[in-house]
Nanobody, 122 residues
Framework: QVQLVESGGGSVEAGGSLRLSCGAAGTIISPYCMAWFRQVPGKDREGIAGLDIDDKAQYADFVKGRFTITRDNGKATLYLQMNNLKPEDSAMYYC?????????????????WGQGTQVTVS
């Protein structure tokens, strides 16, 4: 069982930055593909950034050049650095882990999820 806990969300003005963290205390995360998703009410959850087990990153087109996904295996933590935030980035952000899935796959392919952290850009 992998327990994921997101943090770092908040309110920020357009053009600002936030760094989200996703902790998986007690878990070795290196064998897992890990990703960030986001969701707004009434819309499907969408994948925005993912890392495979070789730490190859994949990004949705609408965040390329603005968001960076990294992980620290020693701290069992996944990060999402978000720069030049836009109002349309406002959403609940979730981290997810799975042994195989990537952001090109349906969210249901990911086995483990955190509870989410809210990001609001005004």
């Amino acid at each position: 069982q992998v327990q994921l806990v997101e943090s770092g969300g908040g309110s920020v003005e357009a053009g600002g930055s936030l760094r989200l963290s996703c902790g998986a205390a007690g878990t070795i995360i290196s064998p897992y593909c890990m990703a960030w998703f986001r969701q707004v009410p009434g819309k499907d959850r969408e994948g925005i950034a993912g890392l495979d087990i070789d730490d190859k990153a994949q990004y949705a087109d609408f965040v390329k050049g603005r968001f960076t996904i990294t992980r620290d295996n020693g701290k069992a933590t996944l990060y999402l650095q978000m720069n030049n935030l836009k109002p349309e980035d406002s959403a609940m952000y979730y981290c997810a882990a799975d042994v195989l899935a990537g952001i090109q796959d349906p969210p249901s392919n990911f086995q483990f999820w955190g509870q989410g952290t809210q990001v609001t850009v005004s």
